[in-house]
């Protein structure tokens, strides 16, 4: 998942790209003193592969609910491991030739609020906009998915050192990086 050198002069974020089957996180380590970034890491989690097929309370509950679910008891258990100063997410985008994912894609940001609140009940959630993800990382407001990723891909500041090589990352991940990133951008000013 994450590995962390646990320095006592940096501290983290944790960025969110939300989905009811893949949710990808990432997690930038910046130094206090420099505010330059130590490390990037990304991942994606498969709520499919989150429980158990046989769990009980999947079968009461029903396959959609269980999974949100369990995206936020590993969301809780990720951000009570990485201690992060800021969780952010992108905001659920509305289309209107699928309306019904975005109800979806509200539930899933119901439970990260709720995974926030489980790790630190005086922290908020910062939700932001898909455009200014994506001008955050140099390309523009309506760029796609591949423009984003080569974005990402030309910044060596972000020190990428994660399991998965910055350039096999899938959407989910490298749009988390995107979001952390926003944040991070935000809070140095």
């Known amino acids: 998942?994450?590995?962390?050198?646990?320095?006592?002069?940096?501290?983290?974020?944790?960025?969110?790209?939300?989905?009811?089957?893949?949710?990808?996180?990432?997690?930038?380590?910046?130094?206090?003193?420099?505010?330059?970034?130590?490390?990037?890491?990304a991942c994606t989690f498969t709520g499919d592969k989150l429980y158990r097929s046989d769990d009980h309370y999947r079968e009461l509950h029903g396959d959609k609910f269980y999974r949100i679910d369990k995206h936020r008891?590993?969301?809780t258990a990720v951000f009570h491991y990485v201690r992060p100063l800021a969780v952010c997410c992108e905001s659920p985008f509305y289309s209107q030739r699928r309306p019904s994912a975005f109800g979806v894609l509200m539930e899933v940001l119901t439970a990260i609020q709720e995974a926030v609140k489980d790790y630190n009940s005086g922290?908020?959630?910062?939700?932001?906009?898909?455009?200014?993800?994506?001008k955050a990382v140099g390309a523009s407001g309506n760029a796609d998915k591949e423009s984003v990723k080569r974005a990402i891909l030309k910044m060596p500041h972000l020190n990428y050192k994660g399991f998965t090589p910055l350039e096999k990352l899938d959407e989910h991940s490298i749009d988390a990086i995107g979001v952390a990133y926003y944040q991070y951008r935000a809070l140095i000013g």
Request: glycine content about 6%; proline content about 5%; aromatic content about 8%.
């Open 1 to 41: 998942m994450f590995t962390l050198d646990n320095h006592f002069n940096s501290f983290y974020i944790v960025g969110i790209d939300p989905g009811s089957q893949t949710l990808g996180v990432a997690v930038i380590e910046v130094d206090i003193v420099s505010r330059s970034i130590v490390s990037t890491q």
């Open 123 to 134: 922290m908020s959630l910062h939700v932001i906009d898909p455009p200014n993800v994506k």
């Open 73 to 75: 008891e590993n969301l």
